[in-house]
């Protein structure tokens, strides 16, 4: 894989387990903390997003954005059946542990290819276990000492980083991939960038859907809207019809010009709060056709999933529904007796 075209007689559907997760278990067993028998587990979380404090916000549409874009799912559905371009989502599932020594995150990362009207999985089992103190860090091998940023930071950009090379190892080429989650957010931004850039090289869209947001962009940077909104979902929410977009708008830093993207959002259904799309800006400026058509087929494929009251693409949903059953696989509430890792005040009283 990593670019090659897909083969769906080849393609192995399976679970991978990183070399490193049964040896990092056993150094954990080795130790006196315990683990708490109730994670946090994270998946489609809010989105709080964290823009530089010198941006630019450029319209990318001439079109009056008063009454919005009209979108076309039946298009949409004539590109999912496309078969010269695979549809692919990824989407992850993990389980926080936080003890008093660090942090443990049990992932599942999930990718699905959508070919010929059937799902292809593979998904990847990971553990990490990040920690502040150098005594903890050598005592248990293959764990992460958290001495650039705080735990919960540091572990984020792990995740970034296998997340990126997971998607880069595993993705085909011609193909447009459906990731959940927004493109510039977190510590792990520099890490996954880089991720970014690889995809496009391989004649892959990226795709970013945002589900939740407190982002307050339009709002902030549209000197007419200045007071009149909570927040950017709020005011799309208003001006948009069922069915219909915004304009494109392409966000950039002004400090660190490689920090860009273009978006918009979309309203699928009446009295619900719309979502918003991402493309990387260099692919918005060179296959614009292409942009134009993938949201015609976002639309299509969140009518096509059908639950009005959680919006998402079906093949995002497909990939959620792996990460979160392949999680289950390796049961750590069975084992957290024999591991010993002591949980903290909150997490022992099943707080979170």
Known sequence: MGGQLFNPVSFNK???IDSG???LVEQ?????IRLPYTPVVVSGSIVIDNPSSSYSLEAMDDRSESNGIMLDPEKGCLTAHDDSMLIAAY???IAFYSTLEGKLAYV????VFMHKNAYYPLNRLSLLFCTASKSIQNKVQGSILADRWDVDTTINVEIAKQKGKFIVDNSFKNSILLIDGPLLAGDGLA???SSVKDLIENNIIPVFIVKNSYSDLLIRSISSLSGQYNSDLHYTNEILEEGYRTRFYRYTDEVSKD???VFCYLKHKDHHSP???EFPTEVFLKKRESVESIMDLIYYLILVQGNYSNPQVRPIAIAEMYARETIKLINFKKDSIEMKLTPTMNEERGMF
Request: net charge negative; hydrophobic share 30%.
């Open 14 to 16: 399976e679970v991978q």
């Open 259 to 261: 920090k860009t993207k």
């Open 108 to 111: 599942s990362h999930a990718l």
């Open 28 to 32: 954990i067993e080795k130790t006196d």
């Open 191 to 193: 890490y996954f960038h």
């Open 21 to 23: 997760f049964s040896d």
């Open 275 to 277: 979502i918003r799309v």
């Open 91 to 93: 989407d992850e599932s």
